[in-house]
């Protein structure tokens, strides 16, 4: 009985561990902050790392968070060169497009519009 509930712990823990896994694919080229309320200090959401694989794709931001404000706070260089993140006031990459840079703080134009969707482009 004791080897059961032992074998069965041993079981979940490698199932559990080995799904909290998250393997790099590609270079890492980014990584940028996101928050609930503009100024790109109250409400931190936490960040987001990029990487190769994620060029050239539309993502989401993760709901239920509503992104006030972002932060670029890293491109890695010289794997990130050439590359530029854009992120957008729709949820589909396509409205509200806006190029970030490093350190700059990036509210959106309009009163009560959020950051919806990122991209990384690179040439």
């Not at 409400?43 to 993502?59: E, H, I, L, P």
Request: glycine share 8%; with cysteine; charged share 15%.
């Amino acid at each position: 009985m004791q080897f059961t509930t032992l074998l069965a712990a041993v079981a979940t823990l490698a199932v559990g561990s080995n799904a909290a896994v998250m393997r790099r694919d590609g270079a890492r080229l980014a990584q940028f902050r996101v928050f609930g309320a503009e100024g790109c200090s109250a409400r931190n959401y936490g960040f987001y790392t990029v990487d190769q694989s994620d060029a050239g794709t539309c993502k989401q931001f993760i709901s239920p968070t509503s992104v006030t404000s972002l932060n670029l706070e890293q491109l890695k260089l010289p794997a990130a060169q050439g590359c530029t993140v854009y992120i957008y006031t729709d949820s589909n990459c396509a409205e509200g497009k806006h190029a970030t840079s490093v350190n700059v703080c990036n509210n959106p134009e309009a009163p009560g519009q959020t950051w919806n969707s990122w991209e990384i482009s690179c040439e």
